[in-house]
């Protein structure tokens, strides 16, 4: 059975700073999405990552993949207020002819403070 | 282009009742995924279509079922209603079903259970 662990579940930070999110999980697979949540609304498309070594950047937004040690980063740098929401990584099980939809954590809820 | 739209955007429903929730996906995208969401999770898969057939399927009990049209929209019927099928209902559309691009999510439905 696939799982996706996030660290940390919960994250207050100050506005201008740093830091890291971390996804781990348990089969290899060479597909990994990070969504955004917003309270109340429904999931928004981040990062589509495909293979090994891939790196994506928007905005104050870093994504990268590593499949061999199973794990995923999402960078915030200099973070702003308006990025305060809930972050989910999703890994990809499909393997040939079945679906098996797609895996999530547990999410990340970030809170950005002034 | 209009997004993935689905309906109601609220509901209540009794235990023991019967829900229908639709889905009507992205123009042009041919498979349609069902998710629940409950309150502080992340998403978990229920079903995958792909051109009106079941492509997958995740670990929920037979009352939750799920049919898509030639038109490509779907819908998810949940019999016997628990306390615990309370949840945001989302629905996600992508191409094909090996489609290695994000799936796109609607907007949910709120399903409460008295």
């Known amino acids: 059975e696939l799982k996706v662990e996030q660290n940390p579940l919960f994250l207050s930070m100050q506005e201008g700073k740093n830091y890291t999110i971390y996804c781990n999980y348990s089969t290899t697979s060479d597909r990994l999405y990070w969504y955004r949540q917003d309270p109340g609304k429904s999931l928004e498309s981040l990062f589509v990552l495909l293979s090994n070594g891939a790196v994506k950047q928007e905005g104050r937004l870093m994504a990268s993949l590593d499949t061999k040690a199973r794990l995923s980063t999402l960078h915030i740098t200099a973070a702003v207020h308006d990025l305060s929401a809930t972050y989910f990584c999703?890994?990809?099980?499909?393997?040939?002819?079945?679906?098996?939809?797609?895996?999530f954590g547990k999410g990340t809820h970030l809170i950005i403070q002034p | 282009d209009a997004g993935v739209t689905q309906s109601p955007t609220h509901l209540i429903k009794t235990r023991g009742q019967q829900v229908t929730l639709r889905c009507s996906p992205i123009?042009?995208?041919?498979?349609v995924s069902w998710y629940q969401q409950v309150l502080g999770q992340g998403p978990q898969f229920i079903f995958q279509?792909?051109?009106?057939?079941?492509?997958g399927r995740g670990n929920f009990p037979d009352r939750f079922s799920a049919r898509q049209f030639p038109n490509y929209s779907s819908e998810l019927n949940v019999n016997a209603l628990l306390l615990g099928d309370s949840a945001l209902y989302l629905c996600?559309?992508?191409?094909?079903?090996?489609?290695?691009?994000?799936?796109?999510f609607g907007p949910g439905t709120r399903l409460l259970v008295l």
């Open positions: 996600a559309s992508s191409l094909w079903v090996w489609d290695r691009e994000a799936q796109y």
């Open positions: 279509y792909y051109e009106k057939e079941e492509r």
């Open positions: 999703a890994v990809d099980m499909y393997s040939g002819g079945g679906a098996d939809g797609l895996t």
């Open positions: 123009s042009g995208h041919k498979s």
